[in-house]
């Protein structure tokens, strides 16, 4: 089955650089590439998502990248601002009639922004 | 009703005693699932159902059942409650096989079991 790795597990930077979360899956065959952000006490919500026919994808200050052949797919954002802080998670899945176990998480980057 | 919900917010619950968590959506996504995120941990996949009158078992189904009667409601059940199943407990839901497979998820519950 599928495999997603995530790194770094927690991340700080100042207020105004920018941060990027890297995940990697396993099954070639994935083609739909969620990210969800997850604040203190709060459920997770969809931020920004990819399809593995699209190499990046832009939103404002988030943007999610693919690389289809090395695997990987990574989290952009540019302008930290403090309430970035937060769990962010990442996913990967692909069209099967079995859709609950293809549905796959990250183990989650703890990101804090330092003003 | 708008969206996905769940019921309670937060319980504390005896060791032994049976509870039943509710979650109910209505945006007719066919597919259901239910996650448990222990403190500092990511989400782990309890039950699914990928569509109604269909259940299947996650990473961590021992303890718990699940139906799905309909296509709005997923109740989970702990039939004999452990202190191990304390933990925030979110139910989700996606339009699986549509143009998205985002899932979206419910506000959680806080199950705490003594």
């Known amino acids: 089955g599928e495999n997603v790795e995530q790194h770094p597990s927690t991340l700080s930077v100042q207020e105004g650089d920018s941060a990027v979360i890297k995940c990697t899956y396993s099954?070639?065959?994935?083609?739909?590439f969620p990210w969800y952000k997850q604040e203190l006490g709060k459920r997770p919500q969809l931020i920004i998502d990819?399809?593995?026919?699209?190499g990046e994808k832009k939103d404002q200050r988030i943007a999610v990248t693919l690389n289809k052949t090395a695997k990987h797919f990574s989290l952009h954002i540019t302008e930290t601002q403090p309430e970035d802080s937060a769990v962010y998670f990442c996913a990967a899945t692909k069209d099967s009639e079995n859709y609950g176990q293809n549905f796959v998480f990250g183990p989650g980057t703890r990101l804090s922004v330092l003003p | 009703i708008a969206g996905i919900t769940q019921a309670p917010t937060s319980q504390i619950l005896a060791a032994g005693r049976r509870m039943t968590l509710r979650c109910t959506q209505d945006m007719r996504h066919n597919a259901m699932y239910w996650y448990r995120q222990d403190l500092g941990l990511g989400l782990r996949l309890i039950h699914y159902s990928n569509t109604a009158g269909t259940t299947g078992k996650g990473e961590v189904p021992d303890g718990y059942s699940v139906s799905r009667a309909n296509t709005d409601d997923f109740p989970l059940t702990l039939a004999s409650a452990v202190p191990s199943q304390t933990s925030v407990y979110f139910c989700?839901?996606?339009?699986?096989?549509?143009?998205?497979?985002?899932?979206?998820f419910g506000p959680g519950t806080r199950l705490t079991v003594l």
């Open positions: 989700a839901s996606s339009d699986a096989g549509g143009p998205t497979d985002t899932q979206y």
């Open positions: 990819i399809r593995s026919n699209v």
């Open positions: 099954d070639s065959a994935s083609n739909y």
